[in-house]
């Protein structure tokens, strides 16, 4: 059965590098999931600079929206999903879900990552610790993320929290 491993944090609070040194642990290759849309230059140089920081152990795959299906492309290996918010983002973005939509595509991650043989690393945001947004869409968009981060937490075996660089194992 397969192990779900949760990195979560606030922007630029070291997740990624954390979850990068936890799955240092596997052996290559090692398969980096990338949710993020290289829609404008900064966002580009963003995603060549973290390529290059990753080294020749990383193949990168580039999903914005399909992770349960890149996913069971390649099991047996580890995977890292960077990250999770941006996948949601995504999904709100360009197939307009509902709530109980977004959670279908959260259980079927779930599902998918405990059903393949190679663990996933998993990155997301946590967006839920600052004020209340004043949009109602800021506002679905914080609540999906909650839900979809406790679902998530509930499924993996390992939950970490980063801030300031610094990693505190939840459960």
């Keep these: 059965m397969g192990e779900i491993i949760l990195f979560l944090g606030g922007a630029k609070s070291g997740k990624t590098k954390a979850a990068l040194a936890a799955a240092e642990a596997y052996n290559p290759p090692r398969y980096y999931l990338a949710t993020a849309l290289a ?4 966002m580009r140089d963003k995603i ?3 390529q290059k920081e990753r080294g020749p152990d990383w193949q990168t795959i ?7 299906a890149a996913l069971l492309k390649r ?20 197939l307009k879900l509902s709530n109980e ?3 279908d595509k959260v259980e079927e991650l779930i599902r998918v990552a405990l059903e393949r043989a190679g663990p996933v690393v998993i990155v997301s945001n946590e967006v839920g610790g600052g004020i209340v947004p004043m949009e109602p869409l800021s506002r679905f968009f914080r609540d999906i993320c909650g ?3 406790q679902r998530l937490a509930a499924a993996a075996s390992s939950v970490f929290f980063v801030n300031a660089g ?6």
Excluded: G
């Excluded at 610094?166 to 459960?171: A, F, H, Q, Y």
């Design 62 to 68: 580039e999903e914005p929206i399909e992770l349960a």
């Design 39 to 42: 829609l404008d230059q900064e």
């Design 147 to 149: 839900l979809a981060h």
């Design 101 to 103: 939509s977004f959670m």
């Design 75 to 94: 099991a047996p290996n580890l995977v890292l999903i960077d990250c999770l918010t941006l996948w949601l983002t995504n999904l709100l973005t360009k």
């Design 166 to 171: 610094l990693c505190l194992k939840l459960k």
């Design 48 to 50: 060549s600079r973290h």
